[in-house]
């Protein structure tokens, strides 16, 4: 049994978790002293919960690392909707990153980024149907697989990569690997990238798993650090991030660019991230965590963690149709101490 502390039930729900309307909870709501609102479970027993898209009707599609299974959670049970084929799940490998298509009511069409036999690879296909690789060739390993995808307000798709173990792909221009590339949703190096005809958007990157734009188009990227610091930083196009010759801060001088929040290794290890109003939220698995910030012109400050050592290690967070937020717990991963109800997908309001 976990040593996690459980949260106490609540007899009802607050005035602000009524007014956020939404899928049907799997257990009633419960609040911990770091919250900022009652929690609402909205699944369990999951095996690796890794990507998480929403759907037009406020559902979400949600990838398993290990089975390849895609499921769609909203109301009721969990239901598998999609087996992505090719996966390979070894170490931190195996299907990760989900994306659903802008123009999804119209195609049908979803995006998984995966490790798969020889490499990391992104496909679509519509539920139930067929598969279309889109983008090969990133380098796998057993670790640093990268794997988050999105798609951006230019309707291009983002893919956060990793360094597959190897970091001096990371600064090499030819290599996808420790890269924020952006891509057609063809798979075709983007129109403006800042080199014509590659994939390339920036580079430098260890391993990052979180994307996220703020309410100006900004991006944002979480990103692994090896010993010492962990890192958010702003993304621009071209920009190179320092790795592997720098980690944190400290990359000016080297003409690198450096990170606007940084965190030890042991409170942090983020995951994905979203942001909501002013507020940016971190995922942190080996911190056992959430961590926010307050977006404050090109700095994050006044970082506050919630949910310490309650629900275990956290891989995922998304800012749903409604603006609440779904968080994912990621304790079967092998890493981690699980529950009975591991892993579980949680549901709370934003903070305002």
Not at 308 to 325: K, Q, V, W
Not at 335 to 344: F, L, N, Q, V, Y
Request: proline share 9%; net charge negative; with cysteine.
């Amino acid at each position: 049994m976990s040593a996690r502390r459980r949260a106490p039930v609540l007899v009802a729900l607050t005035a602000i978790l009524a007014a956020c309307a939404g899928p049907e909870p799997a257990s009633s709501p419960t609040s911990t002293p770091e919250s900022p609102a009652p929690i609402e479970e909205i699944a369990r027993g999951l095996e690796v919960p890794w990507g998480l898209a929403f759907l037009p009707d406020g559902a979400a599609l949600v990838s398993e690392r290990d089975s390849g299974r895609v499921l769609r959670v909203g109301r009721g049970e969990p239901e598998q909707v999609h087996q992505v084929s090719g996966v390979v799940a070894r170490g931190e490998g195996g299907l990760l990153g989900l994306a659903v298509a802008r123009d999804y009511a119209e195609t049908g069409l979803v995006y998984a980024y995966f490790t798969g036999a020889d490499d990391n690879r992104i496909v679509r296909f519509r539920p139930g149907g067929p598969q279309e690789t889109v983008f090969s060739g990133i380098a796998k390993a057993g670790n640093h697989n990268g794997g988050r995808i999105a798609f951006g307000p230019d309707d291009m798709l983002y893919v956060g990569t990793g360094d597959a173990g190897a970091p001096d792909r990371s600064p090499d221009p030819t290599s996808p690997n420790g890269k924020i590339l952006r891509i057609t949703p063809d798979g075709r190096p983007a129109p403006g990238n800042p080199t014509p005809g590659s994939p390339v958007y920036s580079r430098g990157h260890r391993n990052v798993q979180g994307l996220a734009w703020d309410a100006s188009g900004r991006l944002f990227a979480a990103e692994f650090g090896q010993n010492r610091l962990d890192e958010i930083n702003i993304i621009e196009p071209g920009n190179d991030y320092g790795w592997p010759a720098v980690e944190g801060t400290g990359g000016t001088a080297r003409g690198s660019t450096d990170p606007v929040l940084t965190w030890p290794t042991s409170a942090a290890s983020p995951s994905g991230i979203a942001i909501a109003g002013t507020t940016l939220y971190a995922a942190a698995l080996r911190g056992e965590r959430l961590w926010t910030a307050t977006l404050t012109g090109d700095t994050l400050v006044d970082p506050r963690a919630l949910f310490h050592n309650t629900y275990g290690r956290l891989r995922t967070i998304a800012t749903a149709p409604d603006g609440t937020l779904w968080l994912t717990t990621s304790n079967t991963d092998g890493r981690g101490t699980p529950d009975p109800a591991d892993d579980r997908i949680l549901r709370f309001p934003a903070m305002r």
